[in-house]
């Protein structure tokens, strides 16, 4: 039985290249056709295939709108938060969770520090978009023609002597983080607060969400914040497989790794 499950679940992937005919999908799998037939027939009564005029068989539309029904069931913060939380309990400070949605960057999850200076930070509450790492790390993986026309029509309000100034200045540090993977605020928003963050990346590879670890100067500086950005890539990268539910592979940072 899990033979015949594993090939008829390979069959998808081939399909996905493009439409096969029965003897390509048997030769790919190394059947006979009247197996390969069978395989096909089955998955053709659930809607997973779909046989053409010409008698090739293509993925089936009831595929793709399970694979919609599922994205649109995912919920990042639900599968987010004990890595959060993990996160939290390594390092001590406050870790924040964000999505891009409206035109807006929010953040939707957040553990506190187990320091006594905390940040001033609530879910559902906007982000200072033009300098927080979480909203550049979003930002900077819209189209871009999408970005440009956004960091136009954006004010650039200067919180410190850090903030980011105006349109073309942005427009660098985003496609600075979208070259590297991750994002920094280094007193851009209050000068004692630093912050690193990592995307967060659906199937599509495309950013869903961004996290970020944030910490006054008065815990730890700048540079010594910078030394935990391995161990926050390697989250943002746990949280990505879980999402997109892919396997586990050797594409992390590793422990050593400086940023």
């Not at 399909?15 to 190394?30: N, T």
């Not at 700048?222 to 161990?231: D, F, N, R, V, W």
Request: hydrophobic share 40%; aromatic share 4%; glycine share 6%.
């Amino acid at each position: 039985m899990s033979q015949t499950v594993d090939r008829a679940l390979s069959i998808l992937p081939l399909l996905a290249q493009g439409p096969a005919d029965l003897g390509q999908v048997a030769e790919r799998l190394g059947v006979h056709k009247s197996t390969a037939l069978r395989l096909l027939r089955t998955l053709h009564e659930h809607g997973l295939v779909y046989r053409q005029e010409d008698q090739r068989y293509r993925l089936g539309a009831r595929l793709f709108a399970l694979a919609q029904e599922a994205v649109e069931n995912l919920d990042v913060r639900e599968i987010a938060h004990p890595h959060l939380v993990s996160l939290n309990e390594q390092i001590g400070h406050t870790v924040h969770l964000a999505v891009y949605e409206d035109g807006e960057v929010l953040y939707i999850d957040k553990v506190e520090s187990r320091y006594p200076v905390r940040m001033y930070s609530r879910i559902g509450k906007p982000v200072a978009i033009t300098v927080a790492a979480v909203a550049k790390l979003l930002l900077a993986d819209l189209p871009e023609p999408e970005r440009r026309t956004l960091a136009e029509k954006l004010d650039y309000p200067m919180y410190t002597s850090r903030s980011i100034p105006n349109a073309a200045a942005f427009l660098k540090e985003l496609a600075v983080v979208r070259e590297q993977g991750w994002a920094c605020d280094l007193g851009g928003h209050e000068e004692s607060i630093n912050c690193i963050g990592a995307s967060i990346r659906g199937a599509d590879k495309r950013v869903v969400a961004a996290m970020s670890v944030s910490a006054p100067n008065v815990v730890v500086t700048a540079e010594e914040l910078l030394t935990l950005l391995p161990l926050v890539r390697r989250t943002a990268d746990a949280i990505s497989r879980e999402y997109s539910g892919a396997a586990p592979d050797s594409t992390t940072v590793p422990p050593e790794e400086a940023p």
